[in-house]
């Protein structure tokens, strides 16, 4: 009889565990409630249960880790920050690229008169005119009310479309002055100008993204015969592809070195590899000498440009004899070469453009030749890219599955299209 009363309370608490708890049980309860998602279930009007979008959402999947011998852990590591290095260089290359672009486009049709017959002019300033109104206006109004913005914006931007003819020729010199010394006679015409700057980099970023390509194993190749080979071999058989590779691509740097010595720098066909290299080098260090007079030319002549002065209309004869004296160049050039960058006294007070001459060259496309070296460059580190690779898959810190490379994309994508 006395178990009696104690076996209908374990009813009562079975029936009513939120009445007939104790109180530890009841904070403990009410703990677990409070950790429930409020949105983990809706009741429908018809009282259903209907599983809420969290609930519905499948779990984040990671990518397999791939774990790997402990002597290639610092390699691994060196291999991840090289291509932190590259992908911040081809972020970079991109914008500087998009800037040199936009900037040849804009100081072009500023710098175009009326009188040249086409209306580039009129449309440049009109596409800068909406711009800087309808910035005004977005920062102006972006405390107003979303109509008030909209009308704002709107009409801003179609006030500088249709105002661009009415200063059609205003600035006009002074832009094409600007556009001139930047193509004429500055440390860009040495590479060809803007234009020359936005080829030079489209290679760069060519050669970078090729790079981080066979870091990620993402680059060309043909994988239909590898999908075939048993799992075990496909170690030994990547390796053989990627050493191969790289061969390829030490090739391809040797090729464009010796081309640009013979062709770039009239170093002799049969010359050994050594004196063909140091011929480069011999002319690179030259290039960077001459590259440095030019920026302290570009130094002296930029704030008179920004000032609206002509910029051959400062360099005199006389100014240019005093850097040539004393400046370095006999380390570069043999005392007839240096003699001869003088100009005589008879014509001291006159004007010359602000670029570096050199003996026997023009000052046109000078560092062309040693830009191209970015070719052998470029195939040197995807070479090394390839075989520190092939080290990693040795370590275990690389897979060799042909899906690999696109599994953190396809996960990646998966993820997305469930949100």
Known sequence: MAE????????????????????????????????????????????????????????????????????????????????????????????AEILALVAWVILKGLGTPRSAGTPTGTIVRAVVGATVLGLVAYFATRKQSLLVQRVSNTLAILAGLFTGGLWAAVGVTYFANILNWLQDASSLTL?????????????????????????????????????????????????VTWVGAAAVCFVAAWGFVDHIAIESYDAGRDAPAGEKIA???????????????????????LPRVLAGNEYDRWLTNEEWNRRVEGAGWEDHFTPDQVASLKMPADVAKDYRLPVVMVPGSTHQGLLKHLLNLVFPFGFL????????????????????????????ADIHRDQEGAA
């Open 191 to 239: 590479i060809g100008g803007l234009r020359g700057l936005g080829t030079r980099l489209t290679i760069w970023l060519a050669m970078v993204g090729g790079s981080l390509a066979a870091a990620s194993g993402k680059h060309i190749h043909i994988d239909v015969v590898m999908r075939f080979v048993p799992r075990k071999a496909r170690l030994g058989a990547t390796l």
């Open 4 to 95: 009696q009363p104690k076996a209908q309370e374990d009813d009562a608490r079975t029936a009513h565990p939120e009445t007939n708890a104790t109180p530890d049980e009841q904070a403990t309860n009410e703990q677990r409630a409070e950790s429930v998602d409020p949105a983990a279930s809706v009741s429908s009007e018809s009282g259903a249960q209907e599983p809420s979008r969290s609930s519905l959402r499948p779990p984040s999947v990671s990518p397999p880790a791939t774990s790997g011998a402990p002597w290639g852990a610092g390699l691994q590591r060196f291999f991840d920050a090289w291509t932190r290095v590259e992908t911040y260089l081809c972020v970079v290359v991109v914008v």
């Open 279 to 301: 011929t480069i080098g011999r002319h690179t260090s030259e290039g960077f000498f001459i590259l440095r007079k030019q920026f302290a030319l570009d130094l002296s002549t």
């Open 381 to 408: 580190i995807i070479g090394l890219r390839f075989l520190l690779r092939g080290v990693l898959a040795l370590s275990g810190h690389v897979s060799v599955d042909p899906d690999a490379p696109h599994a953190s």
